[in-house]
């Protein structure tokens, strides 16, 4: 199975703050990997899909980049609607598989 | 509105069997898979299985903790798809989540979830 680890786990930041997460795979998996939002008692949100691409209604401070086994996540200028905690997947193989999550928190 | 919907959870008693019902509208359902994911209290995100579109054989994978357990169904003319589980364990108490399933590309639409305890 492909592991991914998220960096860091848990995150300070402040309102304007540049915030960037980071996931690393065990293995290669080209640009199969998307990135999810998800606040408490609510179903994930997909952000960034194939690595880059944002979803439809995203907004354009989200972004995404990377390739083979380490990607990142970038929020330009953390807004109050973003705290929350983010997940990373790979779509490369079975079974599919999520990082552990990093938790964005107010500072 | 493109969406899913959960229903089917509850409490349930270990070794006890329940079945999960992920209802589409807005979409061609047929055209989907659909993979269903879970997240136990306080925990991540797990890939609990999926389901390949009839164009794709329909055929199914799961994660290696529930294959066995577990079983994924379809019914394309209902625009419902199903997560049977047997034989459940106390570990399988988790939110239960339906997904529309893009491959390689991502889960871009998601249900509100389902409460499955097993106690």
């Known amino acids: 199975d492909i592991q991914l680890t998220q960096s860091p786990s848990f995150l300070s930041a402040s309102v304007g703050d540049r915030v960037t997460i980071t996931c690393r795979a065990s293995?290669?998996?080209?640009?199969?990997l998307a990135w999810y939002q998800q606040k408490p008692g609510k179903a994930p949100k997909l952000l960034i899909y194939t690595a880059s691409t944002l979803q439809s209604g995203v907004p354009s401070r989200f972004s995404g980049s990377g390739s083979g086994t380490e990607f990142t996540l970038t929020i330009s200028s953390l807004q109050p609607e973003d705290f929350a905690t983010y997940y990373c997947q790979q779509l490369n193989s079975y079974p599919r598989t999520f990082g552990q999550g990093t938790k964005v928190e107010i500072k | 509105e493109v969406q899913l919907v959960e229903s089917g959870g509850g409490l349930i008693q270990p070794g006890r069997s329940l079945r999960l019902s992920c209802t589409a509208s807005?979409?061609?359902?047929?055209?989907?898979?659909v993979s269903w994911v879970r997240q136990a209290p306080g925990k991540g995100l797990e890939w609990v299985g999926f389901?390949?579109?009839?164009?794709?054989?329909?055929?199914?994978e799961y994660a290696a903790s529930v294959r066995g357990r577990f079983t994924i169904s379809r019914d394309d003319s209902k625009s419902i798809a199903y997560l049977q589980m047997n034989s459940l364990k106390t570990e399988d108490t988790a939110v239960y989540y339906c997904t529309r399933d893009l491959h390689h590309d991502a889960f871009d639409i998601w249900g509100q979830g389902t409460m499955v305890t097993v106690s």
């Open positions: 807005g979409f061609t359902f047929g055209d989907y898979a």
């Open positions: 389901i390949r579109s009839k164009a794709y054989g329909g055929t199914t």
């Open positions: 293995q290669g998996i080209s640009s199969y």
